[in-house]
């Protein structure tokens, strides 16, 4: 087993897929999209397309160089949070997606303006979504960059450059169809990439797969001291992990513009529910074969070769050290590669979705007299100027160190999706409540959340039970005060109580 590391071959393979990357979202962007089409897409992209594009968005350069680090130092413990899914999906599936295609919403927020009648609302979580949206762009261009840099011995700041300027390019040319469909060319190349690395791996463990499955039923998988269930649900467990990530994914599914923007692409329910089960069967799958990997690199490394170089790499770089010494030239090059995707992927959705929610839930409530040219002109702009402020603090942070704040920061922002997340639960599962209730329920699952992430203790409430706590404030102070303030009557086909009209109803249902 064994590579000299990142060479020339590798590099060209990289170099020509970044380059078929730019040229795929040039072409995709041929036709000049205005309007609606910039935004929702022109309703000719194949259901699996988005459902690759929602996948590869979600699994960013972070998750892949973290997952297997978590099997390789420890269990199988934070697989369980892609089980989520099997909660998320048939949830989104029967209470969000039904009202999302029915309304016909442009952004995400523009359902909570439609449900609570303010636009003060709707430009208010946008603005929380694009500040959240900014700093995961820069930590997403940053911490892969600094690992390959390390890896390829290319300059960092080309890295950021390169990785920040072709998403930009085709984010700025074609809008969402565009991203779609690079996106599905990443998220394809991902899937394929890591793949072929685990196959390259078990090839070349003395027992192959077996050697990892005995690994597995010897306490690899779950060890002993690990909670299966725990009656106080504010302390871990792994149905706490299940339960807290499906609320996480349903709030990422339901209120975060970049995976709703998939959504406002067609209001054929049918290609929306595909679109989820695919997305997550593939979700599912991937982060089994990250742990199979992490796994198999923890048999290799550890038990097989205690002592040689690669047993004293740390857990969070240990896949990348594999991919740069571990696998024959050329494949290599795929697998940094796929690195690169799934950081692509993310930043080209980013700057897509900002440029969206700011024109559509934040420009148009300023001037509303806007018309289809301006509004794509204002989104690329967005783009742009977006793309190029993530890139140079990127930047600033390859050359300054300051993680630590990002960090923080990405913890204090995901707070605030959880908060929004509450929101729309709010709004959708309630008749009765109102705007004073949407903004008590923002206000009050923000302290409490505030106050238990940095006033009480670490151990005090597990961070799987955040978005749990978020939710049933939200719904407790939302409905109470709204009652209080006299309530308001839901808008038609805004609430669960509308869906077995809206799917008795098919008049409306755009076929494409």
Do not use: C
Not at 97 to 119: C, E, N, V
Not at 222 to 249: W, Y
Not at 287 to 307: C, D, E, N, R
Not at 420 to 447: D, E, P, V
Request: aromatic letters at 12%; a positive charge.
């Amino acid at each position: 087993m064994g590579n000299v590391g990142f060479t020339t071959i590798d590099m060209i393979i990289l170099i020509v897929y970044l380059l078929v990357v730019l040229v795929a979202g040039l072409l995709f962007s041929k036709k000049e999209m205005q309007g609606k089409e910039f935004f929702k897409g022109d309703g000719t992209v194949p259901w699996y397309v988005t459902s690759v594009s929602i996948f590869a968005t979600l699994l960013s350069p972070i998750s892949f160089m973290t997952l297997a680090g978590n099997s390789y130092a420890g269990t199988w413990l934070l697989w369980f949070a892609q089980l989520g899914m099997i909660f998320a999906i048939p949830v989104a599936i029967r209470f969000f997606l039904p009202i999302y295609a029915r309304l016909d919403i442009d952004t995400a927020y523009d359902y909570l303006q439609k449900r609570f009648g303010s636009k003060a609302l709707r430009a208010l979580s946008a603005v929380f979504f694009i500040i959240y949206q900014i700093g995961r762009m820069s930590i997403i261009m940053y911490l892969p960059s600094v690992a390959l840099a390390t890896l390829t011995k290319i300059d960092v700041n080309i890295l950021i450059i390169a990785m920040g300027a072709i998403a930009i390019v085709y984010s700025y040319t074609g809008g969402v169809k565009s991203v779609l469909w690079t996106d599905f060319i990443q998220g394809s190349v991902l899937l394929i990439g890591t793949v072929v690395g685990l196959f390259f791996l078990i090839a070349n463990l003395k027992g192959g797969f077996g050697d990892i499955a005995s690994e597995l039923a010897s306490g690899k998988f779950i060890s002993g001291n690990e909670t299966i269930f725990n009656p106080n649900l504010l302390k871990d467990s792994i149905f706490l992990i299940i339960l807290g990530s499906g609320i996480n994914t349903l709030s990422s599914y339901v209120s975060s513009q970049d995976i709703v923007q998939r959504f406002t692409t067609t209001q054929n329910v049918k290609k929306l529910n595909k679109m989820m089960f695919t997305n997550g069967v593939l979700s599912i799958f991937i982060a089994s074969v990250f742990y199979l990997i992490g796994t198999g690199l923890y048999v290799y490394y550890q038990v097989q070769h205690p002592g040689s170089e690669g047993s004293s790499i740390p857990q969070d770089q240990i896949f990348t050290y594999f991919i740069a010494y571990g696998l024959p030239v050329g494949v290599t090059g795929v697998l940094i590669a796929a690195i690169y995707a799934a950081a692509q992927s993310t930043i080209s959705t980013g700057l897509n979705s900002v440029a969206t929610s700011w024109t559509l839930d934040i420009q148009d409530v300023v001037s509303s007299n806007l018309d289809d040219k301006k509004r794509t002109k204002i989104a690329q702009y967005v783009s742009l100027g977006v793309g190029v402020f993530s890139t140079v603090v990127s930047i600033v942070m390859a050359h300054t160190g300051i993680t630590s704040a990002y960090v923080w920061f990405n913890g204090f922002m995901g707070l605030v999706l959880g908060v929004l997340g509450g929101i729309f639960i709010l709004g959708i599962f309630t008749k009765r409540a109102n705007l004073k209730g949407a903004y008590a329920a923002m206000i009050a699952s923000s302290i409490v959340l505030l106050v238990i992430k940095y006033a009480l203790p670490a151990e005090a409430v597990s961070i799987w039970a955040y978005s749990l706590i978020s939710i049933v404030v939200s719904l407790i102070v939302g409905y109470v005060v709204s009652v209080l303030t006299g309530g308001r009557a839901a808008p038609e086909n805004t609430t669960v109580y509308d869906i077995a009209s809206i799917h008795a109803d098919k008049s409306w249902e755009v076929r494409h």
